[in-house]
């Protein structure tokens, strides 16, 4: 079983900074790729952002690219979310996600339903 917390979230201006972090236990992190998403009031979760183990093969949604930046420590088995210029519509819950490696990774890496691990969620509120 894999357990996935999440923190690092608050409130922020915007134009402002956060880093989400996203420690992962109960397996070795060797081998998962790990995901972003995010889910506003009244809205579809959405993708952000993930990345395979090597970190070679990293994606981003159009609305975030340039601003967030995914990256792992393995060593602290932790994903983090840099994310910089937040505007109001940044505004959500955010959630990593995670799931054992394999090839269908690099097609569906922005599906939801292509996880099976998931933390449960930190706000991110972004003031104008």
């Known amino acids: 079983q894999v357990q996935l917390v999440e923190s690092g979230g608050g409130l922020v201006q915007a134009g402002g900074s956060l880093r989400l972090s996203c420690a992962v236990s109960?397996?070795?992190?060797?081998?998962?790729?790990v995901g972003w998403f995010r889910q506003a009031p009244g809205k579809e979760r959405e993708f952000v952002a993930a990345n395979n183990w090597s970190g070679g093969s990293t994606y981003y949604a159009d609305s975030v690219m340039g601003r967030f930046t995914i990256s792992r420590d393995g060593a602290k088995n932790t994903v983090y979310l840099q994310m910089s210029s937040l505007k109001p519509e940044d505004t959500a819950a955010y959630y990593c996600?995670?799931?054992?490696?394999?090839?269908?990774?690099?097609?569906?890496?922005?599906?939801?339903?292509?996880?099976?691990?998931w933390g449960q969620g930190t706000q991110v509120t972004v003031s104008s």
């Open positions: 109960g397996r070795t992190f060797n081998n998962y790729v």
């Open positions: 996600a995670a799931n054992l490696y394999s090839d269908s990774y690099y097609d569906t890496y922005n599906y939801g339903t292509a996880y099976a691990y």
